[in-house]
């Protein structure tokens, strides 16, 4: 499975990915205003077929890195086996299932409540790491008919042809929605 599809980062380090055509730095990060980009299945290369959201990430990471500039990224990603989760199989059942596979009895006690960024993180290593024990080399995420996410494991040999697709200055963006 290949597909063409965008990731949203700053200027900065849109340059060193180009240059070297990899990505230094996975997705799990704390933005400002109490967002973040949470990596819900584990350390890899989170990608997105809609170039309008990855924008919103850009403006995101240029944002916290104190950039003007932003970066979305055009890039293909080819799959040999992804897992698919949909509305027939969900994040919440493959995060039942990774638990069960991981823990075959009790549970252990959770980090600091369900959704704290600590518990989320453990939670997707053993996501990641269920998913690669059964074959799967990433995720096919359909939020809905229209978006998808995309999760690479092995990104060095999955993502190619890493581009700028288009750069924007944040600051501009700001007054614009003033």
């Not at 293909?76 to 992804?82: D, I, M, R, W």
């Not at 494991?153 to 003033?178: L, P, R």
Request: proline fraction near 2%; include cysteine; aromatic fraction near 14%.
């Amino acid at each position: 499975m290949k597909r063409t599809v965008y990731r949203g980062i700053s200027f900065k380090e849109a340059e060193e990915v180009v240059k070297n055509q990899k990505y230094n730095r996975s997705e799990l990060r704390d933005f400002q205003n109490g967002v973040a980009a949470k990596s819900l299945f584990g350390p890899g290369i989170y990608l997105i077929n809609d170039v309008e959201l990855a924008a919103h990430y850009a403006f995101c990471h240029a944002e916290v890195e104190e950039e003007e500039l932003a970066v979305v990224l055009k890039q293909t990603v080819q799959f040999h086996n992804p897992f698919i989760v949909n509305y027939t199989y969900s994040e919440r059942q493959l995060k039942k299932d990774a638990l069960s596979w991981k823990f075959t009895d009790d549970f252990p006690e959770l980090h600091s409540g369900p959704d704290s960024l600590e518990t989320l993180k453990w939670v997707g290593t053993i996501i990641k790491e269920y998913l690669l024990n059964h074959g799967y080399d990433g995720i096919t995420y359909h939020i809905d008919d229209e978006i998808i996410y995309y999760v690479s494991y092995h990104h060095e040999q999955q993502i190619t042809g890493i581009d700028f697709d288009f750069v924007f200055n944040i600051n501009e963006v700001k007054k614009q929605s003033v």
